[in-house]
């Protein structure tokens, strides 16, 4: 098995690429070790030190370093992580798997704006930024605002607000004229 590295704009993320699917549809997220009950590689990978968080996408997946660690210490250890796991047959979830669509549910008379958000999202932005090992998701819409969820290398990275506001808010007010401003939320 050969796994490929990719930086990432955000220098604390590297994106690995194990050359199979990581997830058959959506994306998981964890923050925490302590979040990984449900997945035998997510915590396989926070086992080695200095790992602060794991995204998975539908290819790939997406480790933070914490600040101080060096990664040509962890790398090795990471991509050892990731091969001993594809290579044991274990399921990267298990149980009831918590990957999902990632955008929150929207309910009332911005329905229709918020459809037209969503699709503008899935079909221009998070192509784009699964490209540099992240994810972007709706998390609401109220009085012209669009509050968007940053996961993998989108959180914390030095690159993101500038992605916010000079892209995609930039695209969200151009194609619906109800939007006037994006901002991050965290969860």
């Not at 955008?103 to 008379?109: N, Q, T, V």
């Not at 079909?123 to 090992?133: I, N």
């Not at 996961?151 to 151009?174: D, V």
Request: with cysteine.
């Amino acid at each position: 098995m050969f796994i490929q590295t990719e930086s990432t704009p955000n220098p604390a993320t590297l994106k690995f690429l194990p050359g199979q699917t990581v997830l058959e549809a959506g994306t998981a997220d964890f923050a925490s070790a302590e979040a990984t009950d449900n997945s035998p590689l997510a915590k396989r990978i926070f086992g080695v030190q200095g790992v602060t968080g794991v995204f998975f996408g539908n290819d790939f997946v997406t480790v933070t370093k914490a600040e101080g660690a060096e990664w040509d210490h962890m790398k090795p250890a990471i991509l050892g992580a990731i091969m001993e796991h594809f290579q044991s047959g274990t399921p990267v979830m298990t149980g009831e798997a918590d990957a999902s669509s990632g955008h929150a549910d929207h309910e009332g008379e911005d329905s229709e704006i918020v459809g037209q958000i969503k699709e503008l999202l899935d079909t221009r932005v998070r192509p784009a930024v699964a490209q540099d090992g992240g994810d972007i998701t709706f998390h609401g819409f109220e009085r012209g605002v669009v509050y968007l969820h940053m996961q993998g290398a989108c959180a914390g990275c030095p690159s993101s607000t500038i992605t916010l506001k000079m892209g995609i808010e930039n695209l969200l007010r151009h194609y619906i004229p109800e939007v006037t401003e994006v901002r991050p939320v965290g969860i």
